[in-house]
């Protein structure tokens, strides 16, 4: 079964706008990782947040993790056209075979 | 993007055929993956590998055989492969195989299987 789900699964905004995607998960992780992926590109990381971390920032993006909830969400802020993109959560799961789990992953769509 | 490429970029086979994927590595990792991704699914991890030992293989058929000659380098053999083998292959390296290191990927292989 499916780890990570993000939501929504597509997200049209208005540059300069932010964006907040989500992503939930059924079991206990180690971390949970965001990547973002250009059309037909390889998926490139963004920022990884452990399961001991509530929030984390790295230039105009901010993660945070709610493992009581076992969510966590990517806000982008100030979006621009070059954000548009596919955005997946990658989670690591605990256990003795800790591997990633991406999910279907989000489309962002930033209009100019 | 340099830190892992990928050959070739793009590739049209038909189903009787035998082709390979490249994979090439220049982080100093340990540990690097063949995941495919097909539209409207998460991406799939195929296989992993390990300072060139094969450490998983998520029930991947056998049309698909990979190949670790060194941890720089990894294959993907191909032959005899279905329409719905279609997709990208993205290839990824890490510095360990555990999930708390972050994954690099290369640019991926678009498959289209005739």
């Known amino acids: 079964s499916q780890q990570g789900e993000e939501d929504p699964q597509a997200l049209s905004i208005q540059e300069g706008e932010n964006a907040t995607m989500n992503c939930s998960y059924k079991?206990?992780?180690?971390?949970l990782q965001w990547y973002r992926q250009n059309s037909g590109r390889g998926l490139v990381h963004l920022i990884l947040?452990?399961?001991?971390?509530r929030e984390k920032h790295s230039g105009r993006l901010r993660v945070t993790l709610d493992t009581s909830k076992k969510s966590s969400s990517l806000l982008i802020t100030a979006s621009r056209a070059a954000d548009t993109a596919s955005y997946f959560c990658?989670?690591?799961?605990?256990?003795?075979?800790?591997?990633?789990?991406f999910g279907k992953g989000i489309t962002l769509s930033v209009r100019p | 993007e340099t830190g892992v490429t990928q050959t070739p970029r793009h590739l049209v086979m038909g189903m009787t055929n035998k082709k390979s994927l490249k994979c090439e590595q220049h982080?100093?990792?340990?540990?690097m993956y063949w995941y495919k991704q097909s539209a409207k699914k998460p991406l799939e991890l195929m296989f992993v590998?390990?300072?060139?030992?094969?450490?998983e293989n998520n029930s991947v058929p056998s049309r698909f055989s990979p190949e670790c000659p060194n941890s720089s380098h990894l294959f993907l053999h191909l032959h005899t492969l279905q329409p719905e083998d279609s997709a990208l292959y993205l290839c990824?390296?890490?510095?360990?195989?555990?999930?708390?290191?972050?994954?690099?990927f290369g640019p991926g292989t678009r498959l289209t299987v005739t």
């Open positions: 982080l100093g990792h340990n540990a």
């Open positions: 990658a989670t690591d799961e605990t256990g003795a075979n800790s591997k990633l789990t």
């Open positions: 947040i452990r399961s001991n971390e």
């Open positions: 590998y390990n300072f060139k030992e094969q450490t």
């Open positions: 079991t206990s992780i180690n971390n």
């Open positions: 990824a390296s890490s510095q360990d195989e555990e999930g708390r290191y972050e994954q690099y």
